[in-house]
């Protein structure tokens, strides 16, 4: 579909690259020439991805440590990656999610999730974009936000406010900062089925018909989202600023993927808060 070296010359860092999505997009971007940092809280998990994206693509992948819900980590972990070289494009993919009815959120557990999903992705984006602009380096921000951006999404309000402040964040920098060399782009997909995720979302009781709902009638293929997230981190789209490209098959326009939900009987979320205190 691309140019082999699509991505030649490119030093990217992948929030979250360990596993399910943000592992899909690194290993495309080496597939495309580019170098690629992973970077999470599971150093082991990111080792393991790493050897494996070295020795079926032969590619640079190192990994980073970090917890980026702690600023001043992030600021020590883009330290050491500058000092090798600028990064060119981060990718905020990182977050947390799972559903809940609101009212019995505590405290804590909104927090757990604002603080990857937002103040990570704040902080990573304002780590890069100060060296950048310190060093009048071009870059590129990409972040994997939500259609709860557009519709809203019931029983799971904290990730939907957290994707519509990074949406926010998006549209406002890409005015501030593109004078200066640097876009701003998002992708908000549908349902590009993971481990985690599902977990999370989509526990036993939820409507197994859920897919075939999607006016295409499937879910997406991490393939879809990686071949999308390496045309938009490109000199290719160097004119496409501030945008958030939706990848869901049309499955906004007919529901917010939540009204299922409503339905739940008191029994069935109780067995759910079980299930989340156990875990």
């Not at 990409?142 to 939907?160: E, K, N």
Request: glycine share 12%; net charge positive.
């Amino acid at each position: 579909m691309f140019e082999k070296g699509l991505l030649k010359g490119k030093r990217i860092l992948v929030t979250g690259g360990g596993s399910g999505l943000g592992a899909a997009m690194g290993r495309r971007f080496v597939e495309l020439g580019a170098e690629l940092i992973i970077c999470g809280r599971r150093l082991e998990l990111l080792e393991q991805t790493a050897a494996l994206m070295r020795a079926d693509l032969g590619g640079k992948v190192s990994v980073a440590r970090c917890d980026i819900r702690d600023g001043a980590a992030v600021d020590v972990m883009m330290d050491a990656l500058w000092r090798e070289a600028p990064l060119d494009v981060l990718v905020n993919n990182a977050a947390a999610t799972f559903i809940a009815q609101t009212e019995h959120l505590s405290f804590r557990a909104a927090d757990a999730i604002l603080a990857p999903t937002l103040h990570g992705a704040m902080y990573c984006t304002l780590a890069a974009g100060k060296r950048w602009i310190e060093t009048a380096h071009k870059g590129v921000v990409l972040s994997i936000l939500s259609t709860s951006t557009i519709t809203g999404r019931a029983f799971t309000v904290p990730s939907a406010m957290a994707k519509s402040a990074v949406l926010a964040m998006t549209k406002s920098l890409a005015v501030e900062w593109g004078p200066k060399g640097i876009r701003t782009v998002a992708i908000a997909p549908g349902a590009f089925p993971t481990p985690g995720a599902s977990g999370q979302l989509r526990p036993e009781g939820r409507d197994e018909g859920w897919a075939s709902k999607n006016p295409l009638g499937r879910v997406g293929e991490h393939g879809e989202l990686a071949d999308l997230a390496s045309f938009l981190i490109s000199d290719r789209a160097g004119y496409i600023n501030g945008e958030m490209v939706v990848l869901d098959g049309g499955s906004h326009l007919r529901s917010s993927g939540a009204e299922d939900l409503l339905q739940w009987t008191d029994a069935q979320w109780e067995k759910q808060r079980a299930a989340r205190s156990k875990g």
